[in-house]
């Protein structure tokens, strides 16, 4: 008889993710599908919550979704996976040199390899009264919360900054049955991703529903004795205001880095592979610069998962490369799309359709025989093809004069 020889497992690694959102749980689960054995995983989150779908906090704001539809991950789930997690209890040091994060709560946990995702948070125009109760960002379920509680008065809004967030914010409130106007600096709504023909018809489609508007409008001051009453104007007009909510951008949060000496620009900047300065400290989403940009939009941080959780699995070749994203407004009945650069270069050309009976405009940058820029309102089928064409830089030159027409007639043409 032979004798058997124990197996020697190895014993796992210690894996230590700050940030229990969307980023760092998508790498969680690209990690995961590579080596699930890899390591013991303990997540801090400074969220009372599981891992929920950010981006539908507009729905739920609007009453379109419930709470419970948001949740991506149950905490069965973390369970079923073995991940420890601590909810409600934010990293509040790390201690490089001991491999170690210790959280508000007091509790220390050693690391071989820890992963920041602590995404941003809101820029609070640090406007006189901005700290007064009812004042707030569009970040989290407690911002959908204090939105619900206020719109249970009725009253007025303001929404603060027109862009994506502010008029979904916008439309929400509204929909819950508050008097809503959006204060925006210049004189194009979502100026980051439109230009002034689609801004103008998104503008008269909301204004259409009820959403009051002040463009080029300077806040200069919130007031209120013992919470907001009003919202004051560089001009020297004011308006009622129950409740401020500002979506004038947002701040990578990369406090916990900066203190741990990690090297941080505008947030903290990493390579391709997703690695910080500290070879043991990857970092993925809003809180990263990567060559220069940061993040705002989701699907970046999808590719940014797949690369560092093959890099966290010790099965990494992948390197993560930037590309352009679209964007779309999630509020029902307003179909807008838009991609890539859309202000255009002195050498690009615009191929535009407008058709005001049917609400629909498009606009195509093209440059040499490559498009490079996608604006569409009202009629937004087409806008993943334009996307595609934009990404893989396809020759248009064959399909120029039924681009515009979308995919169906284009490939009748080719
Ligand atoms: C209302 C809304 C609508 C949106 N709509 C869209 C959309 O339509 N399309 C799109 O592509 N994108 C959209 N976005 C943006 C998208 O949600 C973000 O890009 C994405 O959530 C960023 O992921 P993240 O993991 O970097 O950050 P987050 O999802 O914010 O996760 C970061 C987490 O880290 C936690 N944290 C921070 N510091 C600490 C700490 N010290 N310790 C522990 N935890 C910490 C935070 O509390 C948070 O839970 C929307 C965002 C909002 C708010």
């Known amino acids: 008889?032979?004798?058997?020889?124990?197996?020697?497992?190895?014993?796992?690694?210690?894996?230590?993710?700050?940030?229990?959102?969307?980023?760092?749980?998508?790498?969680?689960?690209?990690?995961?599908?590579?080596?699930?054995?890899?390591?013991?995983?303990?997540?801090?989150?400074?969220?009372?919550?599981?891992n929920y779908n950010r981006i539908l906090l507009s729905p739920v704001l609007a009453g379109e979704k419930a709470r419970e539809d948001i949740v991506i991950h149950s905490r069965a789930w973390y369970l079923e996976q073995g991940i420890t997690l601590y909810s409600g209890d934010p990293v509040v040091h790390i201690d490089r040199?001991?491999?170690?994060?210790?959280?508000?709560?007091?509790?220390?946990?050693?690391?071989?390899?820890?992963?920041?995702?602590?995404?941003?948070?809101?820029?609070?125009?640090?406007?006189?009264g901005h700290l007064l109760p009812g004042v707030i960002g569009f970040r989290d379920l407690a911002d959908v919360d204090t939105m619900l509680a206020a719109s249970a008065h009725g009253g007025h809004a303001v929404v603060i900054g027109g862009g994506l967030l502010g008029l979904e914010a916008a439309n929400g409130l509204h929909r819950r049955g508050m008097h809503v106007t959006v204060v925006h600096v210049s004189d194009t709504?979502?100026?980051?991703?439109?230009?002034?023909?689609?801004?103008?018809?998104?503008?008269?489609?909301l204004t259409l529903r009820g959403i009051e508007f002040r463009m080029q409008a300077q806040t200069t001051e919130i007031a209120g004795a013992r919470r907001v009453r009003a919202v004051r104007f560089k001009d020297g007009t004011a308006i009622p205001a129950d409740l401020v909510v500002m979506t004038a951008g947002?701040?990578?949060?990369?406090?916990?880095?900066?203190?741990?000496?990690?090297?941080?620009?505008?947030?903290?900047?990493?390579?391709?592979?997703?690695?910080?300065?500290?070879?043991?400290?990857?970092?993925?989403?809003?809180?990263?610069?990567?060559r220069s940009a940061t993040f705002g939009l989701v699907a970046p941080l999808w590719e940014q998962a797949k690369v560092a959780g093959a890099h966290l699995a010790r099965s990494g070749h992948r390197r993560y490369v930037q590309t352009s994203t679209p964007t779309r407004l999630k509020v029902t009945g307003?179909?807008?799309?838009?991609?890539?650069?859309?202000?255009?270069?002195?050498?690009?050309?615009?191929?535009?359709?407008?058709?005001?009976?049917?609400?629909?405009?498009?606009?195509?940058?093209?440059?040499?025989?490559?498009?490079?820029?996608?604006?569409l309102y009202g009629d937004v089928s087409d806008g993943p093809w334009y996307s595609e064409l934009i990404r893989q830089r396809v020759n248009i030159a064959p399909i120029r004069q039924q681009l515009l027409f979308g995919e169906a007639l284009c490939s009748r043409a080719a």
């Open 1 to 50: 008889m032979t004798a058997t020889m124990p197996v020697l497992v190895p014993p796992r690694q210690s894996l230590v993710v700050v940030g229990n959102g969307m980023a760092g749980m998508r790498t969680v689960e690209e990690l995961l599908k590579l080596a699930p054995a890899l390591y013991d995983i303990t997540v801090f989150g400074a969220e009372p919550h599981t």
């Open 97 to 128: 040199q001991r491999r170690l994060v210790r959280s508000k709560s007091g509790r220390e946990v050693w690391y071989d390899r820890l992963l920041l995702a602590t995404g941003s948070t809101p820029f609070i125009l640090p406007v006189p």
């Open 189 to 205: 709504l979502m100026n980051q991703q439109l230009d002034k023909n689609a801004a103008r018809l998104l503008q008269q489609a």
């Open 250 to 290: 947002v701040r990578p949060n990369i406090e916990l880095a900066r203190q741990a000496g990690l090297y941080c620009e505008r947030a903290i900047v990493v390579d391709d592979t997703l690695q910080t300065y500290d070879p043991r400290i990857y970092a993925v989403g809003e809180c990263v610069q990567h």
């Open 334 to 375: 307003i179909e807008l799309y838009s991609v890539g650069d859309f202000s255009g270069t002195a050498s690009s050309e615009d191929l535009v359709l407008r058709d005001p009976r049917r609400g629909i405009y498009k606009r195509l940058i093209v440059e040499g025989d490559v498009l490079t820029g996608a604006v």
